[in-house]
């Protein structure tokens, strides 16, 4: 029984020993403008669409498939009589192959300058509609849209050239994935288009970027999706030159060093435990921001993440190899840096680009749903910062003041911040009230709490943080202001001599 292939591809990796195998195997292939030149150059015998359709390709190639003659053929159910009986009566061949992928859209509007029409055009009206077609019909067609299962296919074709029906089935859902992936690319780029802030339904599209051993626990199971537009300095990105797979919590983890280091310009170092940062630290070099981060809480540290915001040199690679460390990202690391962290078996090392920006949206499920909102992404200079104390800060009170503001961006909520202007002293994360935090805070710092600032990310509704602070020996306070109970900690400040700088913006991070 004759059998017929159609073929239309923009990724043509691997297609011509493919197209060959099953050419060999008396399949006749039936093809579309460059693929068809492509298979024929290889010396593969090829029929043009326009010879089955009987029409020529029209308007630019905007139609060229949409036929019965391509459609019948791929729709028609093969143990229906009346179907195989107009097949005939319309001298319409069966199509049994489908091997078929769209045009580059997404990446057409990754490059930068790329125009609304031009966009358009790379809209696949065909493709999605014989993919579709095969798949719905997968119990006589096969629909192939990956390169990747080219071997696959041929492995399992039978003597006479027909694959399982197990193995179409598969191939049928990854089908349908591969559209409904496609057409979320459109509609998101579309829908942003016009400004559209909350369309009526979300389209999201991920690809499966690794396995996981396990979710947060080793009875869970896990895996990790990159979205189709995430920025090169992000997580999913990365370049992972050494030690053993990341896990769910690395990732989790990871995640939330590298976005806290893209906050600082000057050398800077950032060690994470459980998605909270546990010390901070900047300096002039690399190894003294390093020096006190680690310093900033030397217990905590231990089995931690470390983000650094410059290439890890080798004198900072020597004080990094003495510690037990999960993972370590940065920009880039010395060779030498990598040979001697290298001989750490399990430590993960992480090239992360940490160019400045952000993801547009952050996604968070719930039960039967997500959430969806802009990241925060506001910065210093963002802040209208106005001083309602006596006394305003020092020059390094106001450095203070921000290095803490820029920390406490992320901490988990209820969050305080003790720092100095070049290190964390005492972190207060996630407790249910704020001065709960505060004596968190507090108790880290120790003796170092007296001359140290305070950051809030949200603000302090009574003056009892503000006398805990005084007691403290904290010297200044940041928060965004607001409460209708401002005036309270207000005076308390001035009671105490502090100064405090309300920032109008809260940095709640549930």
């Not at 990796?13 to 290889?42: D, M």
């Not at 900033?296 to 915001?309: K, P, Q, R, Y």
């Not at 880039?332 to 993801?359: D, H, W, Y």
Request: glycine share 8%.
């Amino acid at each position: 029984m004759k059998r017929r292939a159609l073929v239309s591809v923009s990724n043509k990796e691997g297609l011509v020993p493919f197209v060959q195998a099953l050419a060999t195997k008396g399949v006749e292939i039936v093809s579309t403008g460059g693929t068809a030149r492509v298979l024929q150059a290889a010396g593969i015998p090829v029929m043009s669409v326009a010879e089955v359709t009987g029409f020529p390709e029209m308007l630019a190639g905007r139609v060229k498939t949409l036929h019965p003659h391509i459609h019948g053929g791929l729709l028609a159910e093969r143990t229906v009589p009346t179907h195989m009986a107009q097949l005939q009566q319309h001298d319409i061949e069966p199509i049994d192959y489908v091997i078929v992928n769209l045009y580059p859209f997404a990446e057409t509007i990754a490059k930068e300058g790329t125009t609304l029409e031009e966009a358009i055009e790379q809209i696949d009206i065909g493709g999605p509609s014989m993919i579709r077609a095969a798949a719905k019909n997968h119990a006589a067609v096969t629909v192939v849209v990956d390169p990747a299962d080219y071997a696959t296919v041929l492995k399992a074709l039978d003597a006479d050239g027909v694959s399982p029906l197990s193995l179409r089935k598969k191939l049928a859902a990854k089908a349908f994935r591969h559209t409904a992936a496609y057409d979320a690319r459109v509609a998101t780029y579309l829908t942003d288009a016009v400004g559209e802030t909350e369309p009526e339904s979300l389209t999201l599209t991920y690809t499966h970027n690794q396995s996981l051993r396990y979710g947060e626990n080793p009875h869970q199971q896990a895996s990790f999706y990159a979205s189709a537009d995430a920025p090169v300095s992000s997580l999913v990105q990365a370049n992972q030159l050494h030690g053993k797979a990341l896990s769910y919590n690395n990732i989790q983890d990871a995640n939330s060093a590298v976005a806290l280091v893209k906050e600082f310009t000057l050398p800077t170092v950032v060690a994470v435990k459980h998605m909270n940062p546990c010390g901070v630290g900047t300096g002039e070099t690399i190894l003294a921001a390093f020096m006190r981060a680690y310093e900033a809480d030397e217990t905590s540290i231990f089995g931690g993440i470390v983000a650094l915001n410059r290439e890890v040199d080798i004198d900072t690679a020597q004080k990094m190899a003495d510690l037990f460390l999960e993972v370590i990202i940065a920009p880039s690391f010395s060779e030498e840096a990598q040979q001697l962290l290298m001989k750490k078996k399990n430590l993960r090392l992480l090239v992360v680009p940490l160019q400045t920006g952000f993801v547009a949206k952050s996604v968070t499920s719930v039960g039967g749903g997500i959430l969806i909102q802009e990241e925060d992404h506001l910065s210093f200079a963002d802040a209208v910062c106005t001083i309602p104390t006596k006394r305003e800060p020092t020059q390094a009170e106001w450095a203070a003041l921000q290095f803490g503001w820029h920390v406490v961006k992320h901490v988990k909520s209820n969050a305080i911040v003790l720092s100095d202007d070049k290190q964390t002293l005492g972190i207060g994360a996630g407790q249910m009230n704020r001065v709960g935090a505060a004596n968190v805070a507090i108790h880290q710092a120790g003796p170092r709490a007296a001359g140290a600032v305070l950051a809030s990310d949200a603000f302090l509704p009574m003056a009892d943080t503000i006398e805990l602070a005084a007691t403290a020996g904290i010297t200044a306070i940041i928060q965004p202001g607001g409460s209708v109970r401002d005036q309270d900690s207000i005076d308390a400040a001035n009671k105490h001599g502090m100064a405090m700088v309300f920032t109008g913006i809260r940095h709640f991070k549930h």
